[in-house]
């Protein structure tokens, strides 16, 4: 039989209401309130529990409900006969709450001003940012500085680098990278070269699709895939590996140790991206050529030495060398996005994860920045603006 | 109190321990006799670990000073910490080995940063230490491949590596089962008593907190102070109520309250 609570009223006594039947989960749980709302207003209840046969929390949940209820409507309410074990369970419910607004204290206070509250929160929410940039980009400049210090130490041979580390993630950023780099250089190449032959057939000009790709890959794309292909592989990778060690108190241990967590676990992972994002730049770019060929030649029919020739004739030595400087740049950049936001992570799953996002997206920023900073200089470099 | 310089191992003087905003506990003063084992004991939440952060110099302190070996190490030179760092060992609540080294290279790293031993010394001392911990068969495995409590031990022998004179254990037995945790602290009790080595506990384990400290403070989460310093069986029966409470495994829900459950 389902819970049933069942009401009474009789003339001059208080009205009573009767529980009975299984207050189980299984059976529901009967409306509280709706109950009230039988009763003429600022009478006495009684609640008697003798009929109840079977119960679990859905009835310390009812009779909660109908103390809060009956108080919110200036009722009072006397139980009796409830089961034994439910009182247990109701001091424990109260002492738990007793114990959180004990701890809480000034919760309440901080209703009853709605506006000012908003505006507060609004104002709070605004400068909060702000107020957090100075100190994060502090972060960045002491990380920046100790890398930057780590780099001289080892040219100087005096850094404690773990070389079976810095193998392994050299092994990580190249080698492995390399499937990828050359689906995508050979799938950009090819693009460039397509989105080219549509423009260039209205002149009459589609032999110099070859100098648009041979251009386009060395001063720009070439490095730009690259470098989005690390952020995404390298970038994130750094990110939760250190994060997970920051949650794992292994970076405490390095510390406690007298070990610089910079030396030892940032500079094998900079060093291994500063490497090789430059050497696959360069097959990159290549890849991209080959792409670009392989339209030239379905698309227009050219013969390969036709195309080569024109790359090799259009792009010079210090494109290639652009290429590569940009290039560099986006690895450093990468290393240190990805060791910063792991660094800086909070020790938890969801924060790791966080940190993993934000490196990438920290690099993929970075990346674009740095390439129209480096991009702008080099004009200039050549008198060209 | 008033124990001669020498006999202190770390003394911690007016510390305030706060993140940003939030303080998590203030106004703390206790000292840690030399060859003590010594026991940070308080609920959940109210500051433990943060406490041993700051007493081995990772957290610096809001107020107030830590002193370890007389001198603090946050007005030290940073060369100089690195001394300082080889006095004491930390075992981690987690173990925290480094997952990228095999728990012998663990052991092993803290040796070859510290010591000029040649490889096969520094294996030996390895060895050693292992099997002091019961580990000698598990020195070549990954610390992803053992168990919690086999990790907790690895903890331990990397913490013991360089023979230092304090040691602080971060709830070496949580999480263990009742076993080996009774096998950890008897492992606790021979090392400081064969080494003569000071021990820093954080812990909630009753068991092993009788059964090892001989000195303890504790922290209370609601005042955001320390309560009592003593041995703990001392204070299970003149601490103040809410320690001995503690001590004696009793919550409040258990004590009849006037109004509970009309």
Redesign the interface.
Known sequence: MAGDARLSLQPGAPARVRLSGAWTQAEGLPDAEALLAQLPPGSALVVAGDGIQRWDTTLAAFVQALERAAAATDRT???EQ?PPG???L???T??GRD?TA??KGSEVDRRGKPLSRMLQDLLAGAGRPLARLLPRALAWAELAGRIYVALVRLVLGRA?VPWS?VV?QFVECGPRALPIVTLLSFLIGAITAFVGVVQLRMFGAELYVADLVGMGMLLEMGALMTAVVMAGRAGAAFAAALG??QT???I????????DPVEFLVLPRVLALAVCTPLLTLYADLMGIIGGSAVAVGMLQMSPATYFNEVAEAVSLSDALKGLIKSLAFGLAIGFAGCLRGIESGRSAQAVGRAATSAVVTSIVLIVLLDAALTMLFFIYDGQL | MSAAIDDIAIRVEGLTMAYGQRVIQRDLNFEVRRGARFVIMGESGCGKSTLL?HM???LEPSTGRVEVEGTDPWTMAPSE??RL??A?G?L???G?????MTVAENVA??LE??TDFPAERVYELVRLKLALVGLADAADRYPSEISGGMRKRAGLA?AMALDPQVLFLDEPSAGLDPVSSALLDELILEIGESLGTTFVIVSHELASIFAIATDSVFLDA?TKTQLDVGPPRELAHGGSPKVRRFLARAA??DQP?EG???
């Open positions: 309410v006397e139980f409830l439910l009182e247990r109701l001091r424990l109260r002492a114990a004990a701890r404690r580390d392994e997970t060690m794992n108190e292994e405490d241990a390095l510390s406690t140790l007298g070990l | 952060k081995i110099g990772l910490r690195g760092a080889r004491f930390v981690y609540q987690s925290a080995l480094w997952s990228s790293l803290p940063q510290y990397r609601d409040h829900v309250t509970a459950a009309t």
